[in-house]
């Protein structure tokens, strides 16, 4: 399976193109309106996000709403315009703007937002969002949500996946702890207060993993090695930590195998559901650290570049704070991921097929005589 996306952050359109898929999922473009509703309605978020609709359109790879095998389009629409008007030349600290100009070597920093601006991962948001009709055929569901923003943390998160849902989705910031919600709405209102701006930390479970997706064959085959590309390219991801962020003791740390109803189970979850590149069968956890935005309402310290005397950064329409609806997006970069492994694993045609696939496929059998040709 291949993603791509084009598009510039005030072009007419946003475009995820997703090649690969089976024939015959139905796809449930509730959960794309859904997920794309939250990425854009969640407290800390600026003005922008109440211009824009994310209204999508679907226009190549569906006949009456199932998958055909072909590519599968979607447009989203962009309706706001860039608000700065003139030409600027002071970067930003944080930003893309003068890195971006010391190698491309436009004399314009709007030109570099246009495609490093975080206003792509709308299509992510609806590609991973589509991807979720096809994790569903498999008892495969993702779960993205705020565990840290600024300097509040979540400290009462439930261990049962359907509360965990419950509470996030009743929270202004995705978190699912409510009194830290109240601490996390307050800490936005003070960073607005001071133009200032807010980092933190995302989790994302995928729950119902088979073991045996992804491989130790390629380097960058390797199921972590893949989260690990699509979730740098996130904008303000800095981090991605999969499994306990305590790793220090192996006792404390390695998860220990045990037998329940006849099958191999672990008695913890430390390693995140990963072991050498490929899944082990355990649900999936990634930690995303997310940096604060770049565009502060107070002004920072630059300089501009035609005339190379010191200058004040400007601002620039803004949120106070990603990592909401960073939660939302990382939730769609683990539904891709895992999507495409599963694909890999399971190979092409209509998506009964695989299904049977992976229905029959047997638990391994230690002594299934493969090697007694050699016990000579």
């Known amino acids: 399976m291949k993603l791509t996306i084009a598009g510039d952050s005030h072009g007419k359109y946003m475009v995820a193109i997703l090649e690969g898929l089976p024939s015959g999922i139905r796809v449930d473009e509730d959960l794309i309106r859904r997920d794309l509703f939250r990425r854009r309605n969640c407290y800390g978020r600026g003005k922008r996000m109440k211009i824009e609709e994310d209204a999508f359109e679907i226009v190549s790879g569906l006949w009456k709403g199932i998958t055909t095998g072909a590519p599968v389009t979607i447009l989203i629409p962009n309706k706001a315009a860039n608000p700065v008007k003139d030409v600027r030349s002071v970067p930003r600290p944080g930003h893309i703007d003068y890195a971006a100009w010391v190698k491309y070597k436009l004399p314009d920093l709007n030109i570099y937002v246009e495609r490093s601006s975080a206003r792509w991962t709308v299509a992510l948001t609806a590609a991973g969002a589509l991807l979720k009709s096809l994790l569903r055929e498999f008892g495969v569901e993702v779960l993205g949500y705020v565990t840290k923003l600024g300097n509040v943390e979540a400290r009462d998160i439930p261990d049962n996946f359907e509360e965990l849902k419950k ?203 493969f090697w007694k040709e050699y016990d000579r």
């Open 167 to 369: 509470r996030r989705d009743e929270s202004e910031v995705f978190c699912p702890d409510p009194e830290a919600t109240k601490e996390m709405i307050a800490e936005i209102d003070r960073a607005k207060e001071e133009g200032n701006t807010l980092g933190g930390k995302v989790r994302v479970i995928a729950k119902g993993v088979p073991a045996g997706l992804g491989s130790y064959s390629d380097l960058f085959e390797k199921l972590d090695s893949k989260i690990g590309a699509l979730f740098f390219a996130i904008p303000a991801v800095k981090g991605v930590l999969i499994g306990s962020e305590e790793m220090w003791y192996g006792f404390d740390y390695l998860d220990e195998f045990e037998i329940e109803n006849g099958r191999i189970k672990r008695k913890t979850n430390n390693l995140g559901g990963i072991e050498g590149g490929i899944s082990n069968g355990e649900d999936i956890w990634v930690n995303v650290y997310i940096k604060p935005i770049p565009t502060t309402g107070k002004p920072l310290d630059s300089v501009d570049l035609r005339t190379m005397k010191p200058e004040k950064t400007p601002y620039v329409r803004s949120d106070v704070t990603a990592v909401p609806p960073a939660s939302v997006v990382c939730e769609a970069a683990l539904s891709v991921v895992v999507s495409a492994v599963l694909l890999d694993h399971l190979g092409e045609g209509n998506i009964n097929d695989l299904k049977r696939r992976f229905e029959n496929e047997d638990f391994p059998c230690w002594d299934d005589g």
